[in-house]
Each structure stands twice: as C-alpha cells, then as structure tokens.
C-alpha cells in the first residue's frame, strides 16, 4: 500500500515557476515508480512526467519537455515537480501517481495509486 501527499501548488504569472512535492508512505513505498498527470475540468488526465524507482530514468510530455523537470529523492520517498516557463495552458490539478514496482511508464492505467491533486493557476 502507498500513501500519496501533494502540496506545492499556487498562483503563478506566465514565465513563472511552481515546485510540487508528492511524499510517498506506505509498506510500499521504496523505490516506487512515480508520476505527475495532470487535468482540466471536463477532460482526461495528461501524462506530465515519470521517474523509475531504481535508476531515475525520466520521461515526459511533449507539451512540458524543456520546462519542467521532475526528481526523486528516495531516501525520502518524495518526488519533484520543478515547473519552470509556465504558461496558462498549464493551469490544471496536478496529480501525483505511483505504481507497483521501480518501472516508469506513461500510461495512466499502470498507476495504482493517486495523490488527491494539488491545483496551478497561471495567470497570463
């Protein structure tokens, strides 16, 4: 079982940063796979960002490559979100996601856990 806590959203202008954190708890928890999704009201979630568990290998979206970046401290069991460059596309609840195993992916059905989602706003 793993327990997901978001925090680090807020109110950003267009070209500003945002930092999301999602802790990780849980029997669990080690070196889980994690994952950023986000949505708008109305639609499917995103695929944002994914970390693997063991070697830290990532991957993103194509619509935040070169802006955002997501880590993982494993001593902590907590992944980042540093969001940079935002714009007001990217205003939506952010989830957090991890999985079963260090495997990243970026599909949103391999994800067995979800944070509660933490709200962006970029104001333009």
């Known amino acids: 079982q793993v327990h997901l806590i978001e925090s680090g959203g807020g109110l950003a202008q267009t070209g500003g940063s945002l930092r999301l954190s999602c802790a990780a708890s849980?029997?669990?928890?080690?070196?889980?796979?994690m994952a950023w999704f986000r949505q708008i009201p109305g639609q499917e979630h995103d695929f944002v960002a994914t970390?693997?568990?063991?070697?830290?290998?990532?991957y993103y979206g194509d619509s935040v490559k070169g802006r955002f970046t997501i880590t993982k401290d494993n001593a902590k069991n907590t992944a980042y979100l540093q969001m940079n460059n935002l714009e007001p596309e990217d205003s939506a609840v952010y989830f957090c996601?991890?999985?079963?195993?260090?495997?990243?992916?970026?599909?949103?059905?391999?994800?067995?856990?979800w944070g509660q989602g933490t709200q962006v706003t970029v104001s333009s």
């Open positions: 970390i693997s568990g063991s070697k830290g290998a990532t």
């Open positions: 849980g029997r669990d928890s080690n070196n889980v796979a």
């Open positions: 996601a991890a999985r079963s195993g260090p495997f990243a992916s970026v599909r949103r059905s391999d994800y067995d856990y």
